[in-house]
């Protein structure tokens, strides 16, 4: 039973002093309820205003591609370095541990695989089970252009009125079929009708021409996607200029863990992301945490296990 012997009146109203109201630090995210708000602020750094996500979940399309045969090997040890991890459920259940603390961006969509066509998706989680398993945000890929366009965006929309009934956010990547062009156009579209259909944060490409049109005309924060595999100081360019043109991040896979050193790299992407650190200088802090780091990149030999 609640103490009722010394109830005191309060003194502290500091009368005068207007309540405080700050508008939320991610662009289009104000008028989002408080738990939406709080999910994103998990995944973006509040400080910063940016994120390094971490993405593994391309086995959902491409099985065990080259550093990802072994997640519970290659990917758990970069964990803390990343501020989310994009991850499918199934990889998430039997290959991160339920320990770590970092928000997780749970792929919501598949159905296909690269023996055919890419843009045939479908829904492929249940809300509920995107609870259950706590995320801080569902991904979707839609995909402008393509043979399932329409069937892509409707995905979108199903996903985001899901995770509004929730407070969970939806990250819409935009898959772009191979013979069309990753331009400031296309892209500019693609972006645009995602954050429209009610996206709360976008996943791109990187374009060498126009990319500030695209984040400035995309109304909700934008992540680029790495890419194919690049020279670690292309990979370190393409993050800085991405980030100075409007970019709120990056949703890198390849350019981190097939790397020789993924931990170094994480980190010297870090420094581009949330300091801004010039590319070289960066490349230089890659360079000098791999002499020093374990490799558990692709090229890393199989770690020495003892027998139980
Ligand atoms: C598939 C995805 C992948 O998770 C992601 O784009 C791959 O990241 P990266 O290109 O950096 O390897 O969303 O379309």
Redesign the pocket.
């Known amino acids: 039973m609640p103490d009722l012997d010394d109830l005191q009146d309060g003194k502290n109203y500091h009368i005068g002093v207007p309540m405080q109201s700050n508008a939320f630090f991610l662009k289009g995210s104000n008028s989002l309820d408080w738990g939406m708000k709080n999910r994103l602020a998990r995944v973006f750094n509040p400080a910063t205003g940016r994120t390094v996500m971490l993405?593994?979940?391309?086995g959902y399309?491409q099985g065990p591609t080259t550093g990802l045969e072994r997640i519970d090997i290659s990917i758990v040890p970069l964990v803390p370095y990343a501020d989310a991890l994009?991850i499918t459920r199934g990889a998430l259940r039997t290959s991160i541990p339920a320990e770590m603390s970092k928000p997780v961006v749970l792929?919501a969509t598949g159905g296909q695989s690269i023996l055919k066509e890419l843009s045939n998706e479908l829904v492929a989680v249940d809300i509920e089970d995107a609870v259950r398993l706590n995320a801080s945000a569902l991904?979707v890929?839609v995909y402008i252009g393509s043979a399932h366009e329409h069937q892509s965006i409707g995905n979108l929309v199903k996903v985001v009125d899901a995770g509004n009934r929730q407070g969970i956010p939806t990250l819409a990547?935009t898959?772009v079929g191979k013979e069309l062009a990753r331009d400031a156009k296309y892209l500019g579209l693609a972006t645009r009708i995602c954050a429209e259909m009610g996206a709360h944060f976008v996943?791109t490409y990187f374009c060498e021409k126009g990319f500030a049109r695209v984040a400035a005309a995309c109304p909700v924060p934008l992540v680029i996607?790495?890419?194919?595999k690049l020279p670690e100081l292309e990979a370190l360019q393409m993050a800085y200029v991405a980030i100075d043109q409007g970019a709120a991040g990056v949703?890198?896979?390849?350019?981190?863990f097939q790397c020789d050193a993924p931990i170094a790299m994480i980190q010297a992407v870090r420094a581009v992301v949330h300091d801004q650190e010039k590319p070289d200088k960066a490349y230089e802090l890659y360079l000098s945490l791999k002499k020093d780091a374990p490799r558990t990149g692709p090229s890393a030999g199989v770690p020495n296990r003892s027998r139980s």
């Open positions: 993405a593994v979940d391309h399309f994009m792929r991904a890929q990547v898959g996943k996607a790495g890419g194919k949703d890198m896979g390849r350019n981190i």
